[in-house]
């Protein structure tokens, strides 16, 4: 009986030391709560065991990098809808575990860190026209990153990263991107079937422009070779007027070989003929 006694006592003290002892891992953080004597210890506990009673508590957090993703909905510029896979990497400054556990407690991701998280990623991305969203994703990514800092400062948390890993669109929004790049392009294709008929116009205003002006040159070259003309003619005539005189007259109509002389005498009704070249009369 009495080893029956033993052996359930060391069970149950077994039970009591393995349910009141605290495992901190590798990369691990602890800080003692004793509520019924020094309350909450400010050094933290490395890795180990730490055995404690049943009415004393250990807060353990974890002091690595962690990485924490959130599906954030936001509006862009052109308030459309853009869905986003956010992350954010943080710790806890392992040195100011005591205040953080006062100020906020082991929840402090949940409490502060998501709701500042999803809130700056909706400010930042709505600064950007929706299509843009995917190409500056770095760019927001970093205004993020400085916007998350900022709001936690003095919460004994550290920020390393934030990174944008998808961006996506709902359907209707997606259907209405590519209607609007149709219609772009259709715009874009008659505005340069536009230019085309506006060159060609202009070339064929050029050429007619050509043809006018040669045919305009040509007509007054043509009108000033008439003038020219008529002016030599003129003065010829002129010259010619001036040097046919009555003697210049007589003169060349008895130089002609042709030339007749009717010479008609007093009290005669018919005239005489004479031919100054005819050898015949010459000689009478």
């Known amino acids: ?23 901190i891992q590798p990369g691990q953080r602890g800080l003692f709560w004793h509520p019924l004597t020094q309350g909450l210890s400010q050094e933290p506990l490395k890795d180990g065991y730490y055995w404690r009673a049943p009415w004393n508590d250990v807060f353990v957090y974890e ?3 962690q990485s924490h993703t959130e599906d ?25 575990l ?16 998501r709701p500042q998280f999803m809130a700056a990623v909706r400010s930042v991305v ?42 996506d669109f709902p359907q209707i929004v997606l259907r209405a991107i590519e209607q609007k790049q149709a219609k772009e392009q259709e715009k874009e294709q008659k505005e340069f079937e536009l230019t085309i008929a506006a060159k060609d116009a202009e070339i064929a205003r050029t050429r007619a422009k050509g043809e006018g002006d040669a045919i305009r040159i040509r007509a007054d ?22 040097t046919l005189t009555p003697a210049y007259l007589q003169y060349k109509l008895y130089d002609s070989s042709n030339a007749k002389v009717v010479i ?21």
């Not at 909905?73 to 392992?94: E, G, M, Y």
């Not at 070259?221 to 005539?237: D, M």
């Open 63 to 65: 002091v690595r990098w």
């Open 126 to 167: 709505s600064g950007y026209n929706m299509v843009s969203v995917p190409e500056k994703s770095t760019e927001i990514a970093g205004k993020v990153r400085a916007v998350v800092v900022e709001n936690l400062k003095g919460r004994h948390l550290e920020v390393q990263n934030i990174a944008l890993s998808d961006v």
């Open 221 to 242: 070259g043509e009108a000033e070779g008439l003038r020219i003309r008529a002016v030599g003619q003129a003065q010829a005539q002129e010259t010619i007027t001036k």
């Open 98 to 113: 005591y205040f953080l556990n006062q100020e906020v407690g082991t929840d402090y991701y949940a409490r502060v860190v």
């Open 1 to 23: 009986m009495i080893r029956i006694t033993m052996r359930s006592f060391a069970v149950a003290l077994l039970l009591l030391t393995t349910a009141c002892g605290t495992t």
């Open 264 to 284: 008609l005498p007093e009290h005669m009704k018919t005239p005489l003929i004479i031919n100054p070249g005819d050898a015949t009369m010459s000689g009478r």
């Open 72 to 96: 954030i909905d936001a509006l862009s510029a052109d308030d459309l809808q853009v869905l986003i896979k956010a992350a954010i990497i943080l710790r806890p400054i392992a040195d100011e």
